[in-house]
């Protein structure tokens, strides 16, 4: 039986008055991929942040290999570390280039040797085929090309889950694939840990091992992944997957 790495209970968060997660419950196995799917405002990616610490939530729980994480910042800066997260909007910062906003983190947050970091990030460029652009600056560089900059980023860290909200959605059709490939291949190649929020349904249903599917920020199914897109168990799934075009 694989090991338990995240575990989430009864997890409920507000804006104000307004409930947007309501008593989540679910949990995430060492080399499984999670994909979280869903109509657009169902809650997708504000579960994944409070995963990560960026949201609060009221009450419930998050368990890390069965502790259970004491929701303040000290806590959620060093779990950052082991939790590691890809945005739509890629987040680098434009006045470093490529090289310097790899290595950033893993030196000045982990205080990793500046060497051995620049190997690992030079053969994680190559991974990603952006090996040519260690010296170059975001500004530089295309949509899909920025994105798998911030993959590597993410990966510099040694993380032990990778969180990935939307990370195709900003890019051109021609470039959606190329990134799909990479989290495919972590998947595949390197058996990481993922939750994966994604609007693309052929790339869910491909790399998928469990499916959360929510609305209103409530989960109706949490199914394996080839039972959901074979036989979803509710009606509105159902409906959702019809109304895809994949």
Avoid: C
């Amino acid at each position: 039986m694989s090991e338990e790495i995240l575990k989430v209970e009864n997890l409920n968060k507000y804006y104000g008055d307004w409930q947007v997660l309501h008593d989540i419950n679910f949990d995430l196995k060492k080399g499984e991929v999670l994909t979280l799917l869903g109509p657009s405002g169902s809650g997708k990616s504000t579960l994944l942040r409070t995963l990560n610490g960026l949201e609060d939530y009221k009450d419930g729980a998050i368990y890390f290999h069965g502790k259970k994480i004491d929701p303040n910042p000290k806590t959620w800066q060093a779990l950052r570390q082991k939790i590691g997260m890809v945005f739509q909007s890629y987040d680098l910062f434009p006045n470093l280039t490529v090289m310097e906003n790899i290595l950033l983190a893993p030196v000045k947050v982990q205080h990793r040797n500046e060497a051995d970091v620049k190997k690992e990030a030079q053969e994680l460029l190559a991974r990603v085929e952006m090996q040519d652009y260690a010296k170059a600056y975001p500004r530089e560089l295309s949509g899909g090309q920025k994105q798998r900059v911030a993959i590597v980023r993410a990966l510099a860290m040694n993380p032990e889950i990778m969180l990935f909200d939307e990370i195709t959605a900003s890019l051109d059709p021609e470039m959606v694939r190329g990134v799909q490939e990479i989290v495919e291949n972590l998947s595949q190649r390197d058996h990481m840990t993922m939750i994966i929020v994604t609007h693309q349904m052929n790339f869910a249903e491909k790399i998928a091992d469990q499916v959360l599917f929510l609305e209103n920020g409530k989960i109706l199914e949490n199914t394996p992944g080839k039972e959901f897109f074979e036989k979803p168990k509710t009606k509105r799934a159902q409906e959702f997957l019809e109304s895809m075009d994949f």
